[in-house]
């Protein structure tokens, strides 16, 4: 089941529906890099100017970019725009689950730091090499841990069989969701309450 709870201005069907699309992406990644406007973008990625401010128009409408007024050495007051804000999105598939989660970076992720603290360029690079190793591990117990997961819920779900379809929808609901809520679960399969809380108590007891 796909966590659709909004985060920040954001939400998965909004953020999915916005960078499918390449030009969207290509200008994410650009103003990922530094702020820019809408003649540079156009020349950098080679798509018409009216292009670029189309779907600047979209990414700013739903909260990925802002901009503000520059003034220019060769020409009027120009219009600049930058990443608004940061969000990671994790998708695991497996036999027998599926999750995508959306979330947005803490205010604490990113602490000041005096001019002086900032390490150089050089530095700069051995921490990145560093950091990239250890998300690299992180990464891998993160897709054992998923996996471990999925086993865990195919083997439930294998033993539940003999239940009806709509039972077996919210038993794989629950088992993917184990700290949510009845009211959540019934909010997110469109069913009663009850039959959710029913579920609930047959798996709890150890009733097949």
């Known amino acids: 089941m796909v966590d659709n709870s909004v985060i920040g201005m954001y939400d998965l069907d909004t953020l999915l529906a916005v ?3 390449p030009t969207r992406r290509n200008i994410l990644k650009a103003l990922a890099r530094e702020p820019s406007y809408p003649l540079q973008l156009s020349r950098e990625l080679g798509v018409s100017q009216q292009a670029v401010i189309k779907n600047l128009n979209k990414l700013e409408e739903n909260g990925f970019v802002f901009s503000y007024k520059e003034s220019s050495d060769i020409g009027p007051m120009r219009t600049v725009y930058d990443v608004k804000d940061g969000f990671s999105l994790t998708v695991d598939l ?3 689950l599926f999750s995508a989660t959306l979330s947005l970076p803490e205010d604490t992720d990113r602490p000041e730091q005096a001019e002086s603290e900032r390490p150089g360029p050089s530095e700069c690079l051995d921490i990145i090499t560093e950091i990239n190793g250890k998300i690299r591990e992180l990464d891998r117990e993160r897709r054992a841990l998923v996996n471990r997961k999925d086993a865990l ?4 779900m294998d033993r539940l069989a003999d239940w009806g379809y709509e039972w077996r929808c919210i038993a794989h609901y629950v088992l993917n969701h184990p ?3 009845a009211r959540e679960a019934s909010a997110d399969l469109g069913m009663p309450v009850e039959a959710v809380e029913w579920v609930v108590g047959k798996i709890r007891n150890g009733k097949e």
């Open 153 to 156: 819920i195919s083997a439930a």
């Open 179 to 181: 700290d949510g809520t």
């Open 19 to 21: 960078v499918e699309n």
């Open 94 to 96: 497996r036999s027998g």
